[in-house]
């Protein structure tokens, strides 16, 4: 399974209201005493997520590094496949651990920080908002030379990734209108890239996305558009350890905190050419 599972999961949770105040109790816990035992801190990550976690780096796996040094733990990190949803995804690699064997890691990154995912998994504590994605319109200035609304893109050919929010919001706009233009593309990335090499005129996918693909290219407009069924301010992620867990939860709080104070946390995202949004 890939990220797309992930992806489906987001463009339900991302249509209801988001949580991010959370104030988890302190106390010590039978597994915060094996984590410091052992000196590992290990972070799971999902595979193939750029620009957050693939082969190749990303925010995430930056930020478990960062994480870990913070902590005075070493890392070892759990790249995952993504499960049929985020129920499976907590269970496998943050409570219970996957029946093949591996997992559950200490702490489970980019989750989304949402009430009903929350409710839901009362064995998990979903805590530390780190970012907030959003969906934005990228258009080649060559061949959309202005942009005012969803009309200025239509008759054009407009990329998105297969399984997404952004797939979903703008396949069901304005009733289907510009369904017959839009372009499907197995990853955003790859629709990103298509858009560069000229087969596009633009894509709808996530601004992290189109950040570390363009690097602020001026050939590319990045717009916000209004879909009826996005949430104007996007949804936000954290990151999920066991619910047993408190004090590793004031750890990492505290830890996060800290990197965003000292400008850690920003210069993590700059690195691979997207401006974290704060929560």
């Known amino acids: 399974m890939t990220k797309i599972s992930y992806r489906a999961c987001i463009a339900i949770l991302a249509l209801v209201c988001l949580f991010l105040g959370i104030s988890p109790p302190v106390r010590a816990g039978e ?74 890691a200490d702490v489970m990154l980019h989750v989304p920080v949402d009430p009903r995912l929350m409710k839901q998994n009362d064995k998990v504590e979903i805590f530390a908002p780190y970012h907030r994605e959003v969906v934005r319109l990228v258009t080649d200035v060559r061949k959309v030379p202005q942009f005012e609304n969803l009309d200025s893109i239509a008759g054009k050919k407009i990329g998105v990734e297969k399984v997404s929010i952004s797939a979903v919001v703008l396949l069901g706009a304005e009733d289907g209108k510009f369904r017959d233009d839009v372009k499907i593309y197995p990853t955003a990335t790859a629709a990103l890239e298509q858009l560069k ?83």
């Open 31 to 104: 597994d915060f005493s094996k984590i410091t035992q052992s000196g590992i801190l290990k972070v799971a990550v999902y595979n193939e997520f750029a620009p957050f976690s693939s082969g190749d780096g990303g925010i995430d796996i930056d930020l478990a590094e960062a994480l870990a040094k913070k902590t005075g733990l070493k890392l070892s990190l759990l790249p995952f496949p993504a499960g049929d949803d985020l129920d499976e995804d907590l269970r496998n690699m943050v409570w219970k651990g996957h029946y093949l064997g591996y997992g559950p």
């Open 197 to 279: 090499a000229g087969g596009l005129d633009g894509v709808v996918a996530n601004l992290s996305e189109i950040e570390s693909v363009l690097r602020a290219d001026p050939n590319y407009r990045i717009s916000e558009v209004t879909f009826q069924r996005l949430p104007p301010k996007g949804w936000v992620v954290g990151m999920a350890v066991k619910k047993s867990d408190p004090e590793l939860v004031k750890l990492l709080q505290d830890a996060t905190n800290a990197l965003v104070t000292s400008g850690e946390m920003a210069a993590i995202f700059a690195k691979h050419g997207v401006k974290v949004l704060a929560p």
